[in-house]
């Protein structure tokens, strides 16, 4: 006759939560729909149905989050549409 022996084991992990930042998208008088629309498919990988819902909201609300994650992430993202003439930063 055989004993078979179960055996808990108690592992503690630690996982460190990573702060997520936000690129905050900014109104403006000076861009087209179709210059955030094609910018924002660049810079932060929208698809072409995001980005307009992106830029409807940017025009109605006068800002909206167009991207969340890790700083480093973000921060060439968000100089691309620096670049681009729109106004952006990231926030925390």
Same mark, same amino acid.
């Given at each position: 006759?055989?004993?078979?022996? /179960?055996? $808990?084991?108690?592992?503690?992990?630690? =996982?460190?939560? %990573?702060?997520?930042?936000?690129?905050? @998208?900014?109104?403006?008088?000076?861009?087209?729909?179709?210059?955030?629309? /094609?910018? $924002?498919?660049?810079?932060?990988?929208? =698809?072409?149905? %995001?980005?307009?819902?992106?830029?409807? @909201?940017?025009?109605?609300?006068?800002?909206?989050?167009?991207?969340?994650?890790?700083?480093?992430?973000?921060?060439?993202?968000?100089?691309?549409?620096?670049?681009?003439?729109?106004?952006?930063?990231?926030?925390?």
């Amino acid at each position: 006759m055989s004993t078979k022996e /179960e055996v $808990l084991e108690e592992v503690k992990t630690s =996982t460190k939560k %990573q702060k997520n930042y936000e690129i905050v @998208l900014y109104n403006d008088d000076v861009n087209t729909f179709d210059h955030v629309i /094609e910018t $924002l498919i660049y810079a932060c990988e929208h =698809t072409p149905e %995001q980005a307009e819902q992106c830029s409807l @909201l940017v025009h109605y609300k006068g800002k909206c989050t167009v991207k969340t994650g890790a700083y480093p992430d973000l921060k060439p993202r968000c100089s691309k549409l620096l670049e681009a003439g729109l106004s952006a930063e990231i926030v925390g």
